[in-house]
């Protein structure tokens, strides 16, 4: 099965650079200049991943990616040139999952695709290759908790009925915690299980997801009633 990536950006010289990188990795890439073009194929082309410039002539990449959001679940990494857009970015309020800012080296680009691409597949295929060895807990694919409810195959969450929007992290965030549900996960196995990558100690990163989850799901930070903190060990839904 190939791997089809989207990459939305109007400069022919950084979309050619951008695409030759990524066929090279065996991915196949569609070129788009604008953000119209580009989701017109939404329907039509199953993807993995999508690269958007923040920068085009039709639309804003900002636009692009909620839009994609509204109904898809795929990795976003957005292009930019200026700091303004960073803080937009990882403010995280946008859906995206990273971001990377020009000029940039396409060697860098290509790890960050795979790094994306490895968390999303790793996500999505979880347990599938073990159903009939352990199929009562693996194939768990929806928990009701008090009124969260989150499903691992739509990729929905809903809390008291009303539709959470949540980006890829938040929602293997979340995933994760549900399925470990009475126990106090670590900081470390969450990050390492969420992120596939090793625990940094002064990696503020869980903490900042957590919060950003937490905000979404409207909980006070004084007393969350779902999301728990354990000082100095990590998180856990009661
Ligand atoms: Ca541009």
């Given amino acids: 099965m190939s791997i089809n990536i989207m990459i939305v ?5 950084i979309a050619d650079l951008v695409g030759v990188y990524l066929r090279n990795e065996n991915y196949k890439v569609h070129i788009f200049h604008g953000g119209e073009p580009a989701l017109a194929t939404l329907e039509t082309t199953i993807y993995d991943l999508a690269i958007l410039d923040v920068m085009l002539p039709d639309m804003d990449g900002f636009s692009i ?3 994609i959001r509204e109904d898809y679940f795929f990795p976003i990494i957005m292009l930019t040139a200026k700091v303004e857009d960073i803080d937009k970015i990882t403010g995280l309020t ?3 999952d990273d ?6 080296n ?3 680009l290509v ?6 691409l490895r968390r999303y597949k790793r996500y999505n295929h979880a347990g599938n290759d073990k159903i009939g060895s352990d199929f009562s807990e693996r194939t768990k694919n929806e928990y009701d908790f008090a009124g969260l409810i989150i499903n691992k195959d739509t990729h929905k969450c809903s809390l008291y009925g009303e539709v959470i929007s949540l980006t890829p992290l938040e929602f293997n965030i979340l995933w994760f915690l549900c399925e470990n549900k009475g ?3 670590p900081t470390e196995e969450l990050f390492e299980q969420v992120w596939g990558e090793k625990y940094m100690n002064s990696n503020n990163t869980v903490m900042a997801h957590i919060a950003r989850l937490r905000e979404k ?6 007393k969350p009633k779902f999301i728990k903190t354990v000082w100095g060990v990590g998180y856990t839904i009661e």
């Avoid at 971001?99 to 940039?104: E, S």
């Avoid at 790890?111 to 994306?116: E, F, G, L, P, Y």
């Fill in 217 to 222: 799901m409207n909980e006070p930070s004084r």
């Fill in 99 to 104: 971001y990377i800012t020009k000029p940039f």
């Fill in 111 to 116: 790890a960050r695709v795979k790094t994306q």
């Fill in 183 to 185: 126990r106090v996960v």
């Fill in 9 to 13: 950006e109007d400069e022919p010289a």
């Fill in 65 to 67: 990616c909620r839009k």
């Fill in 94 to 96: 946008i859906g995206a």
């Fill in 106 to 108: 396409p060697i860098e």
